[in-house]
């Protein structure tokens, strides 16, 4: 399987309420990585996950977590929605850690909190 | 903290002109990717460098570590290359850090 996918597309959620956001990556990618666009804004880099485990961590409170399976596929959950979580979630998956190793990014997930 | 700054923030040029995005980081880093995105939102990887030049079709990217600069060049620019151009830096094993990208239409 190529590509990353990455399901829902779109999303709407209620302020308070918790979501899950998925992402499938190409077989031998066991490194995620997992950024929140704002409109109008660059990606901002949330975690990192290496052989499922956090390997890495941008400025975002504890209620983004993670998780990610042998299978190649990931999570990020997000609990205790915000207005300001409203952004596209992208993740980008890659072949190890090294310098050489190139991401391959999913079309995201649109979440609007309402 | 690691910095991104990329100029011009919109472009608008004729079908046919030379375009160049430019894309200035404040630390070292391990790689440096041109993205390009579409209205969708969807993230295609162009060149990942960390030092030179790469060229791809009508692309060109080069990155001067010295002076922690790199640019992106697109030769004989057509409509279909309209979207915005991103530049993003890596450093050691961490996730990338975002420049607000660069916003291209090409007119024809």
């Known amino acids: 399987e190529t590509g990353v996918t990455q399901s829902p597309t779109h999303l709407i959620k209620t302020r308070g309420q918790q979501v899950t956001l998925r992402c499938s990556s190409q077989?031998?990618?066991?490194?995620v990585s997992w950024y929140q666009q704002a409109l109008g804004q660059g990606p901002q880099f949330i975690f990192q996950?290496?052989?499922?485990?956090?390997?890495g961590r941008g400025n975002f409170p504890p209620r983004f977590s993670g998780l990610q399976f042998p299978n190649y596929s990931s999570e990020l959950n997000v609990n205790a929605l915000e207005l300001d979580d409203s952004a596209l979630y992208l993740c980008?998956?890659?072949?190890?850690?090294?310098?050489?190793?190139?991401?391959?990014f999913g079309s995201g997930t649109r979440l609007t909190v309402v | 903290k690691n910095e991104v700054e990329q100029s011009p923030q919109n472009l608008t040029a004729q079908e046919g002109e030379f375009i160049t995005i430019n894309c200035s980081y404040s630390v070292g880093i391990s790689a440096l990717h041109w993205l390009q995105q579409h209205p969708g939102g969807g993230i295609v990887s162009l060149f990942m460098?960390?030092?030179g030049k790469k060229k791809h079709g009508r692309l060109i990217a080069t990155i001067n570590i010295q002076e922690k600069h790199s640019s992106l060049h697109i030769t004989a620019s057509h409509p279909r290359d309209s979207a915005v151009y991103i530049c993003a830096v890596r450093v050691g094993a961490d996730g990338l850090t975002f420049g607000k990208g660069t916003h291209l239409i090409i007119q024809p």
């Open positions: 077989s031998g990618h066991n490194t």
């Open positions: 980008a998956s890659r072949t190890g850690t090294g310098v050489g190793y190139g991401y391959t």
């Open positions: 460098l960390s030092s």
């Open positions: 996950y290496y052989r499922e485990e956090e390997n």
